[in-house]
């Protein structure tokens, strides 16, 4: 199997085969598009990739699979896509909007947004667990906090969607005439995304407010502030990582308690595993399959040796489900211990996930309130996945809701 085809993906993260490279290829040569690069599958072999920054560069081929120019490098880079020390600048100008103190003045929002969305779904009872909750819980978050209008909610959502899958959307669609291999995920929603935060920043700056965009206005390190292009950058990876990985954190989860009824069941009867729980949703939906490094020179690595200027892919879908680290890492099981952490945020190194406090709050939030209402899910037809090899999504997921409470 192609592990880079968005096929391999169709019904989910093709366990079997991730499991057959840990036991016999765990660092394995394999091709996209007809260049090698090397898949790293193992949970201690991805800790040692994202903790070595100095061997495993962000910014030497950026983190996409496919291989960019320099130009399309330079047009496209993010935060993501950058080493010490320009890294180090851009996460102090990102982290004030992340702080815990920050983080916990978003979770009255969150409470109220979650809280609409599930009493409307137990009211309607079947509808589609993507639409009526997973997708809009986190994106209505991240545009609160913005300070995106609420109006604005199904556009972001929209753009977000065509990050991910733009067939069919026109090159110079939302007024776009850049090149779209100068675009990030070659797509024209990240000029519509760019320009919103671009105007977005203007009034800011004119009239600030209690929001992020404003934080990130107003962040300073060494006393100089975001630049118009890592403004736009920031605001794109924002937009997109607070919305797509946690409402497809938000559909596994879900899904693995729909095929996993006992667990569920034992949420319910016992609140205070709410943070386990958590941490194994995200665990088990691995939101991001994978992330790209290349090596700055000749290392080893699980006794395979790399040389230098070679790309370097690490799959946080094997890595999560490494017998070596989880017991039985295939059962969902909400009493999992914490440690080993789960990896999708990147593990504990310089790339962890500035946003990482925010979702796991809002599927905390999400599953104190399940809980307070008793809320079930029933399936009630095919689930329809992402045509992706880079987000575990789910598109459609039909389904019957109702609440006890």
């Given amino acids: 199997m192609d592990i880079t085809d968005p096929a391999a993906y169709s019904s989910g993260i093709p366990h079997e085969v991730f499991a057959q490279m840990r036991r016999e290829e765990p660092v394995a040569q394999r091709l996209y598009e007809g260049r090698p690069f090397w898949a790293v599958t193992r949970y201690s072999d991805l800790v040692t990739v994202t903790r070595d920054v100095d061997t495993y560069s962000s910014a ?92 604005d909610a199904d556009m972001l959502v929209q753009w977000s969607d065509e990050l991910i899958d733009s067939s069919g959307v026109p090159a110079d669609a939302y007024g776009n005439t850049t090149p779209l291999e100068l675009l990030p995920f070659s797509a024209p929603a990240s000029h519509a995304l760019f320009e919103y935060g671009r105007k977005m920043r203007e009034e800011r700056e004119r009239s600030p407010k209690n929001d992020l965009v404003t934080t990130l206005v107003e962040a300073r390190f060494e006393g100089e502030a975001l630049s118009d292009y890592d403004f736009k950058n920031m605001f794109h990876v924002l937009v997109f990582a607070g919305n797509e990985t946690t409402r497809t954190a938000i559909s596994n989860g879900i899904k693995a308690f729909v095929d996993n009824p006992d667990q569920l069941d034992l949420l319910y009867a016992r609140p205070e595993l709410v943070d386990q729980a ?128």
């Fill in 60 to 151: 030497l081929g950026m983190t996409n699979l496919p291989d960019l120019t320099e130009d399309q490098m330079t047009a496209r880079r993010s935060i993501i896509d950058t080493d010490r020390p320009e890294h180090i600048r851009l996460r102090r100008l990102g982290m004030p909007a992340f702080t815990s103190h920050k983080v916990k003045g978003y979770e009255d929002v969150t409470r109220d947004i979650t809280t609409h969305l599930l009493e409307e779904a137990a009211e309607r009872g079947e509808l589609d667990i993507v639409t009526s909750i997973s997708a809009p819980l986190p994106i209505r978050v991240i545009v609160n906090i913005l300070g995106v209008p609420e109006e």
């Fill in 278 to 405: 958590v941490e194994e949703i995200i665990r088990y939906a691995s939101p991001v399959l994978h992330m790209r490094r290349s090596t700055t020179r000749d290392t080893e690595l699980g006794g395979v040796k790399i040389a230098a200027h070679d790309k370097v892919v690490i799959f946080y879908c094997s890595a999560n489900f490494d017998e070596e680290e989880f017991t039985d890492p295939l059962r969902f099981d909400i009493t999992r211990p914490i440690k080993p952490p789960q990896v999708s945020f990147g593990a504990k190194g310089p790339h962890h996930c500035l946003g990482a406090p925010l979702a796991r709050m809002e599927i905390r939030v999400l599953l104190e309130e399940m809980i307070k209402r008793q809320i079930r899910f029933e399936q009630t037809g095919p689930i329809t996945r992402t045509n992706s090899s880079f987000v575990n999504g789910i598109a459609a997921f039909p389904a019957l809701v109702t609440a006890s409470r």
